[in-house]
């Protein structure tokens, strides 16, 4: 990989101003020149390695302890971050290490990152539930990561499977990948659904905070007894049939069963968490992590307190009401857009919510994915950092230039390394393949 690569460089020129100085006192320094000059060729040699036995040098590097080898090894996949709205509404340069927010190129290289799903997402109250204006505004998403290979091309290709995906590692470069949050943009139409798996979009789900007309939410007052209509069922249907990959996060209990009982194919909750830890509705309960982990499906556990930590979602309920007034006017103030008056508001809860609440911390995050693995073993979690989609993040997992602290935080609780290279994205490589087929 090419930051692996990257950093070896970084190492030998280290290493090679060092002994330099000494060498001048000292005859020993001759076995070092040698020493030195073998290391060098080595290196050299590793850098002009072609792309398959990049791969195959993955499989055959020798056994380490180090937790940053180890991470920069496997390919990490991340499920879902919300970066896309960032990169269509303050039409960012993500280039240059950005001073805000989780996600930028350089960031997403040193934390030694292979594969993003952008989220598609379409906020109801903002862009309607259906109709030409979401439609509208998951297109115009679609297309600023569609543009990230022709502005970035030494660092973006897009991907739509799992092939695409270890190609691209291979290479040194980090694969775009999308999926609809929410099914909205479908506007309630069977055909919508192959037009966006068309324009690239691999996994959707059904509803996002708002339930729609054919599948509930597990936010709001409707979704409590509404799972799937026949539509609904209908388009269940039709993802399995192309090999897109139904989404549980954010639905309803009564939904998220009628998906198990109509999809034929593995299903996935991006970014989830357990209700075993945190008893919120937006995670999981046992019996669904055991459903899902039967039909060869994949957890991926997000990275938010709010749903990681007991308690921490009841006191940021607390904090919003303190601090209701303070984000109105934050509102009231911006002049832009609808998009840019939401900035305006989450920046203001980003800030009250670092004050006011406490920091958990990627312990937390690996207690989720050990209670997984307790449940059904190690082949079915996964993770979705939901970066740049939340107000408040772990405070050694922050963005995703700390990535490699979740390797070092699986490592010292005893996984092995193939384990961690599962967990990182085997499993969702592993489920991809199967959703395609
Ligand atoms: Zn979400």
Not at 56 to 79: C, F, G, W, Y
Not at 245 to 274: E, N, R
Request: net charge neutral; glycine share 8%.
């Amino acid at each position: 990989m090419h930051n692996q690569m990257h950093s070896k460089i970084v190492n030998i020129s280290n290493r090679d101003s060092f002994p330099v100085h000494w060498l001048k006192y000292d005859p020993r320094g001759l076995v070092l020149i040698v020493i030195l000059l073998l290391s060098i060729s080595t290196n050299c040699r590793m850098t002009q390695k072609t792309e398959t036995t990049a791969v195959a040098d993955r499989k055959e590097t020798s056994q380490t302890n180090d937790p940053l080898v180890i991470h920069r090894r496997a390919i990490a996949i991340d499920m879902h971050a919300d970066t896309t709205q960032r990169l269509l509404d303050e039409q960012l340069d993500i280039s240059r290490r950005l001073p805000d927010g989780h996600f930028d190129n350089v960031r997403a290289r040193d934390g030694g990152l292979d594969a993003q799903f952008f989220s598609i997402w379409v906020e109801p109250e903002l862009f309607g539930g259906g109709g030409a204006g979401a439609m509208k505004r998951a297109d115009d998403q679609i297309a600023v990561v569609r543009a990230l290979p022709a502005r970035y091309p030494e660092t973006w290709d897009l991907a739509t499977t799992a092939a695409d995906i270890r190609r691209i590692a291979a290479k040194g470069k980090l694969a775009a990948l999308m999926g609809l949050e929410g099914g909205y943009a479908i506007d309630e139409r069977l055909e919508n659904v192959q037009r966006y798996y068309q324009m690239g979009v691999r996994y959707m789900s059904p509803a996002w905070s708002v339930s729609t007309s054919w599948a509930g939410s597990s936010n709001d007052e409707v979704g409590q007894t509404r799972g799937l209509n026949d539509f609904g069922k209908g388009v269940i249907r039709e993802m399995n049939r192309l090999g897109m990959i139904v989404d549980v996060s954010h639905v309803s209990d009564k939904t998220f069963w009628d998906i198990i009982s109509t999809s034929s194919k593995p299903i996935i909750a991006t970014h989830s968490g357990c209700r075993a830890i945190a008893n919120v509705p937006r995670n999981l309960d046992d019996e669904m992590i055991r459903t899902i982990a039967k039909g060869r499906g994949v957890v991926c556990i997000l990275f938010y307190p709010a749903f990681l930590e007991p308690g921490w979602d009841d006191s940021k309920k607390k904090v919003d009401a303190e601090i209701a007034s303070l984000v109105q006017k934050a509102s009231e103030e911006e002049s832009g857009s609808m998009a840019h008056k939401k900035i305006a508001r989450d920046r203001v809860r980003m800030e009250e919510y670092a004050k006011r609440l406490p920091r958990a911390s990627v312990s937390r995050l690996v207690d989720h994915i050990d209670h997984v693995v307790k449940l059904v073993g190690v082949d079915y979690v996964g993770v979705g950092s939901d970066f740049d989609g939340v107000q408040s993040t772990l405070s050694d997992l922050a963005t995703v230039e700390d990535l490699p602290n979740l390797t070092r935080e699986l490592l010292r609780r005893g996984y092995t390394e193939p384990e961690v290279e599962k967990i990182l994205g085997g499993n969702v490589l592993r489920m991809m393949e199967e959703v395609q087929k």
